[in-house]
């Protein structure tokens, strides 16, 4: 079983859609988890960073860790065209090396 | 405002050619890390550095090393350089358990 699951999609959404990015994890001592996006051929964007459960809002972007499930995810309200990126969940445990998803493109239609 | 640079936004080598892929940070940081990112396979950890003449390998190290003689610097260097060394190369570094990455390096080698 991989430390880190992400489904990588192509996920593709209408502009103003509610968008809902996810992972799942097998490690239970991870502590932080990150979201980061990353456009294309550019490097990855720290967008939320959250340490152990609960939720953290910024804007139009919702993060969410349910340590029990060992299930995160990323909501964006009212999505937007340049939203479209590729979206990868990352997460460690302590000071040790961050452990990242393979990502999930995401695509918002005008 | 948090600052990690690298040296050239696109590369193109021939094989054999010695490669040196260097970034900076301007934030006192003390861990730095060098990644590689490829179709599928997402972000892979080549080496990372602790502090200054630090470092330590990450899980593709073979075929590549480090330099950090100096805190703001972190070199990755392609001794040789392959076919299958043609991706893209991403620095970062960690500020408040937060790891920021720098815009890529993308290497082609011919």
């Known amino acids: 079983q991989k430390e880190v699951e992400q489904d990588p999609g192509p996920l593709s959404v209408p502009e103003g859609a509610i968008v809902s990015l996810n992972c799942t994890y097998s490690n239970s001592a991870f502590q932080y988890f990150m979201w980061y996006r990353q456009y294309s051929r550019k490097g990855p964007e720290l967008l939320m960073y959250t340490y152990s459960s609960g939720n953290k809002e910024d804007g139009r972007f919702t993060a969410q860790v349910d340590k029990s499930s060992k299930y995160i995810s990323l909501f964006i309200r009212d999505s937007q065209p340049s939203d479209s990126a590729t979206y990868l969940c990352a997460m460690r445990r302590g000071s040790e090396k961050l452990v990242f998803g393979k990502g999930t493109k995401l695509t918002v239609n005008p | 405002d948090v600052k990690v640079t690298q040296s050239s936004r696109y590369l193109v080598k021939r094989t054999g050619e010695k490669v040196f892929l260097e970034c900076v940070q301007d934030m006192d940081h003390e861990n730095m890390f060098w990644y590689r990112q490829d179709p599928g396979l997402g972000l892979r950890l080549i080496y990372f550095?602790?502090?200054?003449?630090?470092?330590e390998k990450g899980d593709i190290p073979e075929g590549y090393s480090v330099s950090r003689e100096k805190k703001e610097r972190f070199s990755l260097i392609l001794e040789s350089a392959s076919t299958n060394q043609t991706s893209m190369y991403l620095c970062?570094?960690?500020?408040?358990?937060?790891?920021?990455f720098g815009p890529g390096t993308r290497l082609t080698v011919t």
């Open positions: 970062a570094s960690i500020r408040n358990s937060e790891q920021y």
């Open positions: 550095s602790y502090d200054v003449k630090m470092k």
